[in-house]
């Protein structure tokens, strides 16, 4: 199963126990595929970049790389038109289309308001917890 990550989820599942901790230990396990575009992934660095300045004891720098190396990385194509209230959350549902993904796992209530938009769902971490990881990671 391909999925998309909002970057709280994956900040959250480095920072914190819970939900985001098991879809990225499930990730890491193979259970599942990351799927990431250019845009994402820059977004990762940057929040976890913000986030060092504030808890020095953690370090994202070796999880970004393990994304860069292990991800499925697309190049989507522009939406065309704004899709999310918040147009900078377009880009997960870009790099979802482009990879042909069915899932965004968020807590964003601007991309929650558009699951379903194409076939895409868009579940809170608990939620795809429950419903796909139930007995793994």
Known sequence: MKIVLDTNVFVSGIFFAGPPYRILQAWR????DLVLSPAILDEYRRVGAELFTRYRSVDIGEFLQFAAHKAIMVSPEPLGAQVCEDADDD????????????TIVSG???LLKVSGFHGILVLKPREFVRHHLRGSA
């Open 91 to 102: 880009k997960f549902i870009a790099c979802a289309l482009a990879a042909a993904c069915d």
């Open 108 to 110: 964003d209530k601007h």
């Open 29 to 32: 396990d193979r259970v599942l």
